[in-house]
């Protein structure tokens, strides 16, 4: 694996936020992720009349991954569409430690952070399985 270019993820992850769909809040947001095999995926967010069925940006970017390959996240940026760094949503994290693990590096408004510091304490697939195989 090799080092990450924060400069090019986070330059996709703006350019994301111009293809963002966000009629009702006004407010862009894009992500860009680097994979273990070294791609990059990302994703915008996508409003709906219905707030509670609007797609986050990293729903999309997870989506992407998955639909190229899949493999595992190894860093990510989400910014807001003035290219600040975003933290994502409780949700959002939940779904980069799926694709991503404790390992995977996170640039936040604090600086880039491995998840296990954004989701301390978090539920993955590793506690369905020992849950699974307990019997």
């Not at 707030?51 to 997870?62: N, S």
């Not at 940026?77 to 003035?82: K, L, R, Y």
Request: aromatic content about 6%; proline content about 5%.
């Amino acid at each position: 694996m090799t080092s990450v270019d924060w400069d090019l993820l986070v330059a996709e992850a703006v350019r994301m936020t111009t293809l963002a769909y966000a009629e009702y809040s006004h407010y862009p947001v894009g992500v860009a992720g680097l994979t273990d095999d070294g791609r990059i995926v990302s994703g915008c967010n996508v409003e709906n009349a219905s707030y509670g069925v609007t797609l986050c940006a990293e729903c999309g970017m997870v989506s992407h991954l998955i639909a190229t390959g899949g493999g595992r996240l190894v860093a990510v940026a989400c910014v807001d569409g003035n290219g600040e760094a975003l933290m994502p949503c409780g949700r959002c994290r939940q779904l980069l430690w799926e694709h991503g693990g404790p390992d995977c590096l996170l640039r936040t408004p604090l600086g880039v952070q491995p998840l296990r510091e954004v989701l301390p304490q978090a539920f993955g697939p590793d506690h369905l399985e020992a849950y699974r195989s307990r019997d």
